[in-house]
């Protein structure tokens, strides 16, 4: 028997039967650790190191330096902030010779293979420490090339965010780099010090942050878009009230002049409005407090300039950014250019994710443009800085708020029917913001993407190439968008319809229609995953009552039919975790969580499928079978093992949650014709983990990590080990307790099933 606690730091030992407070006390603990931080939005500018589709920094000197000559050195600096040690894989394709120093010590040098196979990929194994780390990149010219591309690999998943070196550059994102040299500057001796001045390097680092070659003396708005005649450009900043003794507003004095037609609001109040241009003043009276001021600035014929000015009693008054962005002091954005035809509200304006369309006139680029900085190519953008994952799928000690993966998806859930249960607005509203939080930037980051080559938000769901990146996550979106629908955004629709395209055409199939990994030059290429249920399903079933399409769900009902045919252990009946095609067989390993997700997405299906659907009696029947062999394997802990027929596994929290789940859902829906055992079977489930894997302040442990697969248990008992608070067991912790509390409820007051669809299995199922 597994110990991961004493039985006086339990859960169950502090709360005994109230198991509405323990259960309120998990996801409180979850939420206090977890608070909502949005984005964090800092200074970059386009001219840095884009990054490829898979998320590697695009070093190609050769083609950024073009009369570099063979034999020249240059250098690429960046810095790494870790709240605690973190290991990740760093991904490296050279195009010449490069070396690569982590915190000042060598970690990589290409190899004459490396630099002459320019897509060959070479791995690095680095340990941030907590604090700041420097990565430097040594890179010479050759011939063939010159440079390199490094990042995060699986980028998507395991987000590196670079930010700039020096005092000077404090806040902002992105690499600095050196133009080509004769002589290598670090040959010898001390590497530059990222946490130094730039000055003190004695090397002028690009990019460039600050006006040159004349354009410093032009007006802001000339020298961001050029004179550009029959365009307008909008500028957004914030003024501050001080308070006055006695006085409950103050007159504030604006004056200005603008080259074109102007207009200015100040707190959505249109304050100035002159069609023609030219100078203007105007007095108004302003409460204590913050109030933004947006422009609306035409360009003259003669040029685009424009002056504001404020001043309250004499005294000019200070303009402050209307958001807080890292790296700047800049007290204006500005949004342009625009068609001067185009008709904008300063209200749907007044955010730093709002997106305009660019004028659609030859010799633009085209498409929308979003809020940038009066520097040399610099913009605004937001970051995902919270919970990082490292190489075993743990996170850092940052929140996990804001993030879109898929065992984030099962914790949104759980809150959410942990909320409903206990009456708590507070936490089903908290789930809500998280989604929120993700989607409301949804048609933003499409737009990052697009401009920098790789997304730095929403990473997953806009680089959707598998059901980990989708399905768990969107099923919770629809499940968050039951609350009070049209609350969360207008995007809700479309990112459902974007999920729903990729799973029911895009998604790579077996010729029987059989999801499965295609995964080219991957470990898991070729494969049939038992998590992908859970991955895909859920979903299908929300989306198919969301927009009424019975298709969808068809192919939940049908995917568990064709997972069965490949992974189903009939002696023990329970399902392998994978069938690998390169070896055209299952591994015949019983992984408990990937058994966890196919009876926990069994129940989703079972519960959304109608009574006279043609599969509903193979799957029902399937879902008996299942829980009987998970019933025969339960320990007397009332835990399930990490390999479900292994006895020397360690007992695993997550699997045992899921179990609970299913059985007590099945107890409560009439899924089962003798219920009596499932239903002891459910409660004992849950009073283990209460009383042996969470502790009195609502911490969980035993749950093991993320999961590769193998053909030996070894894998599963040895290299995956159980994390505390793992996101992979919090939500359906949640979910169980929610359930065993509902089937007692249930149970305790006579009622009899929500459901008395009972029926045996139909022959087919027994195969």
Known sequence: MTVYLEEQETARYRFAEEDRLLLAMLADRYIGANPPAPFLWRTVFRSGFAQTEDGLYEMDLGQRFPDSRSGQWAYALGLVWSDGERNLDLAVECLGPVRLFHNGQLVFRSSVGDELIPQARSRISVTFTKGWNSL???????????????G??????????????????????????????????????????GLATEQETGLA??????????RESQPPLERLFGVRPGAKAYAWSRLEVDRVPGARAVPV???????????????????????DGGRFEQEIELPFGSHEVMAEIHCGTGGWSFRLEAACAGSPMTWKAPRRVQGTDEAWFYLGPLDEDLVLQPEELASLHALAPLPSESGTEGGQTGWRLDLPDGWLRPYYENAMLSNKWTAGNMTNYARWDYPLGVTIYGLLQTGRLLGRPDMTAYAEGHVKACTDL???????KERYGFPSINQQLVNMK??????????AMLEAAKEQPGRLNAYVPEIAERIADFILNRLERKEDGVFFRLGEGEYFADTIWADDLYMSTPFLCRYAALTGQPGALDEAARQFRLFRSYLYIPEHRVMSHVYDFKYGRATGIPWGRGNGWTIFSLSEVLENLPDGHADRPFLLGFFQELCEGYLALQGESGLWRQVLTDSDAYEEASCTAMFAYAFARGVRYGWFPEPDAFARAAVKAWEGLTGRVIDRQGNVYGVCSGSRYSFTPDYYKEDLRTVTNDTHGIGIMLLAGAEVIRLQEQLAAGATPESERVARPEEGAKR
């Open 466 to 475: 598998m059901l980990d990146n989708c399905g768990s996550f969107g099923s």
């Open 205 to 214: 680092w690009l990019p460039q942050t600050a006006w040159a070659g004349g």
């Open 442 to 448: 949804f048609a933003y980051s499409l737009w990052d």
């Open 136 to 150: 430097f990149v040594k890179m010479q010219a050759t011939a063939a090339g010159f440079g390199c591309r490094l």
């Open 253 to 275: 004095r604006i004056a200005g002049e603008s080259s074109g037609p102007a207009a200015v609001w100040i707190g959505g109040r249109k304050l100035v409005d002159r069609p």
């Open 152 to 193: 995060a690999d699986e980028a998507k998943v395991r987000i590196l965010n670079i930010l700039s070196p020096f005092r000077e550059r404090s806040g902002q994102a992105g690499w600095v780099y050196s133009a080509p040299m004769d002589e290598d500057r670090y040959a010898e001796g001390a590497l530059p010090d």
